[in-house]
């Protein structure tokens, strides 16, 4: 299956590349659902598909905006850019968008969007019969579902499942209540996820308040747990899923890399199960309480009690440059001295998890210092490991 990784900027995708992603989503200034996820440039754009071709690897961009009339300016033109830098798909959700793509840059491959709400064989098979190349499914389909519809289209279209992170309050995505609140639309890529603030509901004649609850079912409203798939990736590639994709374009470089990392591990020893070691990677990086979702039929039970996220772990710094074997250089993130022992966050399995000792300092003027303390100075730390630019440091 292939490893599908969230790119919400260029250095968010280099972190990917490095960490073993086999493919990232990404998206421009406009049409996607991220606006503040920092995004690419066109030139970076075209700079990242260089990069990822040289690698083999491939680059899908995000126009999955819900488009009103107003939102087609200047996208035949995009498209014609994007033909022209060699994408390797466009990812869709409104069938409107989908059909401008079809004639005006029919060299795109298309990708339909988890926001599409394909729920059933019969949407997929359509979905299909216009000229998808691949359908993202609902995440509110279990692995039965899945594998059932997987055997009604054809084996030339791909499917693609979400396995890692937050989970949307609405279906497949669909909310307004950011809108609502705010007047930011979710649906054009502004969400300020108002599903994470606390909530009380209040019956309109009373003045006591009802915290909100599950029942049997689930909850389908507010607070969700974060989506973990990675003790059932052979479950996945059972069904016939081609492609997991990970959340995050609005996460840290950090969570990429620790999500990243995992997930590549446990797919390269598929079928074997990943050890406790590596499923306890994900508790490194930032989350909610997780949940398997919808994919186990009775056991979707999303509702979170606490909406703030935990890590149990700090990204301290990421190598710049490759260690020469006596030191190396790096960009710190956070505070670090001397005396301390920092956690290896690479895919050097040889490396990984290793500790490197902090024995001595030397800040960007080449003097000698306790602490390194200013944000993003280059500093260099005496080391004998093997680290490559990329790989990060953590306590």
């Given at each position: 299956m292939e490893l599908l990784a969230p790119a919400g900027n260029f250095e968010k995708f280099q972190t990917?590349?490095?960490?073993?992603?086999?493919?990232?989503?990404?998206?421009?200034?406009?049409?996607?659902?991220?606006?503040?996820?920092g995004n690419f440039t066109e030139e970076e754009l075209e700079k990242a598909v260089k990069i990822a071709h040289a690698n083999k690897k491939k680059v899908y961009v995000t126009l999955n905006i819900i488009a009103k009339d107003k939102d087609f300016d200047g996208l035949k033109e995009y498209l014609q850019f994007l033909t022209k830098i060699k994408i390797d798909a466009v990812i869709v959700a409104d069938i409107g968008v989908m059909e401008f793509v079809r004639e005006n840059a029919p060299k795109l491959s298309i990708h339909i969007s988890t926001q599409a709400n394909i729920i059933n064989s019969h949407s997929a098979k359509l979905m299909a019969k216009l000229g998808a190349k691949r359908l993202i499914l609902a995440r509110e389909l279990s692995l039965n579902e899945i594998a059932e519809i997987r055997k009604q289209v054809p084996k030339s279209v791909q499917i693609e499942v979400f396995v890692?992170?937050?989970?949307?309050m609405a279906y497949s995505g669909r909310c307004l209540l950011s809108n609502y609140l705010t007047g930011r639309d979710s649906n054009h890529g502004e969400c300020v996820q108002a599903c994470r603030w606390k909530y009380y509901v209040r019956e309109v004649s009373r003045d006591d308040e009802l915290e909100v609850q599950e029942d049997e079912k689930g909850t389908y409203i507010f607070n969700s747990k974060d989506l973990n798939m990675i003790k059932h990736l052979q479950e996945l590639k059972d069904a016939g899923v081609d492609s997991i994709k990970i959340e995050g374009r609005m996460k840290s470089s950090y969570y990429v890399a620790t999500v990243v990392n995992a997930y590549r591990q446990a797919l390269d020893i598929l079928p074997k199960k990943p050890s406790k070691a590596l499923c306890d990677e994900l508790l490194k990086a930032s989350h909610r309480r997780y949940t398997?979702?919808?994919?186990?039929?009775?056991?979707?039970?999303?509702?979170?009690e606490d909406s703030m996220p935990v890590q149990e772990s700090e990204f301290v710094a990421i190598v710049t440059k490759d260690c020469d074997g006596k030191n190396v250089e790096l960009e710190m993130r956070n505070k670090f001295s001397c005396g301390e022992k920092l956690e290896i966050l690479s895919p050097n399995s040889k490396i990984f998890r290793k500790k490197l000792e902090i024995s001595e300092i030397l800040n960007s003027s080449g003097q000698k210092v306790e602490s390194a303390k200013v944000v993003q100075e280059r500093v260099v730390v005496p080391c004998k490991l093997p680290l490559k630019a990329g790989d990060i440091l953590r306590r």
């Amino acid at each position: 299956m292939e490893l599908l990784a969230p790119a919400g900027n260029f250095e968010k995708f280099q972190t990917a590349l490095h960490f073993g992603a086999d493919a990232f989503y990404l998206a421009g200034g406009r049409f996607g659902l991220r606006a503040f996820a920092g995004n690419f440039t066109e030139e970076e754009l075209e700079k990242a598909v260089k990069i990822a071709h040289a690698n083999k690897k491939k680059v899908y961009v995000t126009l999955n905006i819900i488009a009103k009339d107003k939102d087609f300016d200047g996208l035949k033109e995009y498209l014609q850019f994007l033909t022209k830098i060699k994408i390797d798909a466009v990812i869709v959700a409104d069938i409107g968008v989908m059909e401008f793509v079809r004639e005006n840059a029919p060299k795109l491959s298309i990708h339909i969007s988890t926001q599409a709400n394909i729920i059933n064989s019969h949407s997929a098979k359509l979905m299909a019969k216009l000229g998808a190349k691949r359908l993202i499914l609902a995440r509110e389909l279990s692995l039965n579902e899945i594998a059932e519809i997987r055997k009604q289209v054809p084996k030339s279209v791909q499917i693609e499942v979400f396995v890692h992170g937050a989970m949307c309050m609405a279906y497949s995505g669909r909310c307004l209540l950011s809108n609502y609140l705010t007047g930011r639309d979710s649906n054009h890529g502004e969400c300020v996820q108002a599903c994470r603030w606390k909530y009380y509901v209040r019956e309109v004649s009373r003045d006591d308040e009802l915290e909100v609850q599950e029942d049997e079912k689930g909850t389908y409203i507010f607070n969700s747990k974060d989506l973990n798939m990675i003790k059932h990736l052979q479950e996945l590639k059972d069904a016939g899923v081609d492609s997991i994709k990970i959340e995050g374009r609005m996460k840290s470089s950090y969570y990429v890399a620790t999500v990243v990392n995992a997930y590549r591990q446990a797919l390269d020893i598929l079928p074997k199960k990943p050890s406790k070691a590596l499923c306890d990677e994900l508790l490194k990086a930032s989350h909610r309480r997780y949940t398997t979702g919808f994919y186990f039929e009775g056991e979707q039970k999303q509702f979170t009690e606490d909406s703030m996220p935990v890590q149990e772990s700090e990204f301290v710094a990421i190598v710049t440059k490759d260690c020469d074997g006596k030191n190396v250089e790096l960009e710190m993130r956070n505070k670090f001295s001397c005396g301390e022992k920092l956690e290896i966050l690479s895919p050097n399995s040889k490396i990984f998890r290793k500790k490197l000792e902090i024995s001595e300092i030397l800040n960007s003027s080449g003097q000698k210092v306790e602490s390194a303390k200013v944000v993003q100075e280059r500093v260099v730390v005496p080391c004998k490991l093997p680290l490559k630019a990329g790989d990060i440091l953590r306590r």
